[in-house]
């Protein structure tokens, strides 16, 4: 078993679900559990681990993680101890798709939206973005890639190879990860 853990990331509704379901499709163990089912905002899941929402005051459950993929929302990653070593695939999706995304779960679930208006809020989730692609720059135990959602969704025949040079794993079927992809499920998008 590898030593790496495996870390998919984004901000809220920047399909890391999806990302992660393509993992998991090409045989990379997801370190998951079934407290969040799948629902009207992802009818396919989305492949989270509880205990990830406390990492920043107990990190005890990342040795389980070594040699999987785990979810962890943009703001935890920060938390995650150097004692590890880490693989990061960031997701980045238009921010206009972000908010709107974000915004329609929120409805959905019952759940005020944000206050701020749509382009402060983009704002803000690209600051967000920013200082993340800043922190894991300044780690030596951690690696990342930029996966582009659009280019995921429509575009997997050039986004599996990069997954596959960055997860140089000889045992991962990225053909079997290409089924995973649903552009059909590509909703709130700008065009």
């Known amino acids: 078993m590898s030593p790496l853990i495996t870390v998919v990331t984004g901000v809220p509704r920047s399909g890391t679900s ?4 393509v993992l998991a499709a090409a045989g990379l163990p997801a370190l998951t559990d079934a407290d969040r089912p799948p629902d009207e905002g992802n009818p396919l899941g989305y492949l989270e681990y509880t ?4 990492l920043p005051r107990d990190a005890s459950w990342l040795p389980a993680a070594r040699g999987h993929v785990v979810k962890i929302i943009h703001a935890l990653v920060p938390s995650l101890p150097p ?7 960031v997701l980045q999706r238009a921010w206009p798709e972000v908010v709107t995304s974000q915004r329609a779960l929120l409805v959905r679930l019952g759940r005020p939206a944000p206050t701020l208006p749509d382009t402060e809020l983009a704002a803000l989730y690209e600051n967000q973005f920013q200082g993340l692609l800043r922190w894991l720059e300044s780690r030596a135990n951690a690696t990342y890639l930029v996966v582009p959602h659009h280019a995921l969704v429509h575009t997997p025949h050039i986004v599996l190879p990069r997954l596959a040079a960055f997860i140089p794993d000889p045992g991962l079927d990225w053909g079997r990860a290409r089924t ?5 499920l590509h909703r709130n998008r700008l065009s």
């Open 83 to 89: 004692t590890e070593t880490y693989r990061v695939l």
């Open 180 to 184: 995973a992809v649903t552009p059909s």
């Open 18 to 21: 999806l990302l992660m379901q």
């Open 51 to 54: 205990p990830v929402k406390n």
